[in-house]
């Protein structure tokens, strides 16, 4: 539970005291970790839809591996805005799909990527065989401008978040949920800093192929097939 408000805190411990106070423990469930099948190919059909929805995912560091922060600055040079690698491959250079975007999901102690995209019935495939070809040209590793501008809209993200109450009570929720302890905002800004491009282009060059992995998942008039794209493409 996270409470924002303008009050000490044991005035807000006695009010959730006597919202919550009469609640019993119950058994706790076992938590197992979410199943992946890698390499699933699953369609959903809609036969009158105007658009082919694409999804691909496929496993990523979590919230407590030590590559998780170098992952986050890839994904914000590969989808982070209007300069990002998949704005410009998807629909500045091709006009495939108004928008294609990649994010992060973490499910327990597991983390994902997923790379999303619509497209018209006609070149849902053209658009697929883009986003694979990017996700893997992401392996050869980022520019050192892409680096900058994406560690750089990062540490403006978290300069933003810590002046706001809400957002550092979710930051600190998050912090407790998957993490166990509480981060200064100090502490996740260092590292940042400290983080290099050699880092971040060492773990895109040692993370297994996505794409043996992803799992695809489409909605439209008819299923989709995702080849392996050349190294090059």
Known sequence: ?????????????????????????????VLVEPPFHAGIRAHLPHGSSEQTHLSLTWPAPAANHPDYLASQVALTAFSGGSASRLFHAVREERGLAYAAHASALLLGSAGFWQVQAASTPERAAETLEVLAAETERLRNGLSATEFERARR????????????????????????VLLGRLRDPGERTAQL????????????AGRPDPLAQAALVTLGRA???LTQPELSA
Do not use: K
């Not at 403006?156 to 600190?172: D, K, P």
């Not at 800093?193 to 895109?204: D, H, S």
């Open 1 to 29: 539970m996270a409470v924002v408000a303008d009050l000490p805190c044991a005035e807000i411990a006695e009010l959730v005291g006597q919202a919550f106070g009469d609640w019993q423990p119950g058994a706790s469930p």
């Open 153 to 176: 809209g990062l540490l403006t993200g978290l300069a933003f978040s810590a002046e706001g109450r809400r957002a550092r009570a979710r930051a600190m929720l998050r912090d407790l």
């Open 193 to 204: 800093r400290a983080l290099t491009l050699e880092q971040v282009n060492a773990y895109l």
């Open 223 to 225: 299923p989709l097939t």
